[in-house]
């Protein structure tokens, strides 16, 4: 069963950067760019997903308005995996990013969160008696 695994999300302070990677197996990997590309995609609380950045076959990409010139889609055929730079992150990058197949989706995986904030996680303190 083929299987998309995204990994490289975290909290990060607004204009920092983060590098998410999505892996697959090798040979669904390489078809899939032959065919189709593949692309990363984010959803929101209460959004719906949206696709940001892609990348075909041919090498070709394209990029939702609010990413462009600040995300860039690669790949690297030889590790069977598709990377997103993502550079200057604002609070309204906040969502959890996937990755899949263009047009004919695969299984979606678990996706990566990204936060981007000037708060940090805080930390939980208990009091017991």
């Known amino acids: 069963q083929v299987q998309l695994v995204e990994s490289g999300g975290g909290l990060v302070q607004p204009g920092g950067s983060l590098r998410l990677s999505c892996k697959g197996s090798?040979?669904?990997?390489?078809?899939?760019?032959?065919?189709?590309?593949m692309g990363w995609y984010r959803q929101s609380p209460g959004m719906q997903r949206e696709l940001v950045a892609s990348?075909?076959?041919?090498?070709?990409?394209n990029y939702v308005d609010s990413a462009k010139g600040r995300f860039t889609i690669s790949k690297d055929g030889a590790k069977s995996t598709v990377y997103l730079q993502m550079n200057d992150l604002k609070p309204d990058d906040t969502a959890v990013y996937f990755c899949?197949?263009?047009?004919?989706?695969?299984?979606w995986g678990q996706g990566t969160q990204v936060t981007v904030s000037s708060w940090g996680q805080g930390t939980q303190v208990t009091a017991v008696s």
């Open positions: 990348m075909r076959g041919d090498g070709s990409t």
């Open positions: 090798v040979p669904m990997l390489r078809s899939i760019f032959m065919t189709y590309g």
């Open positions: 899949n197949r263009l047009g004919r989706p695969l299984a």
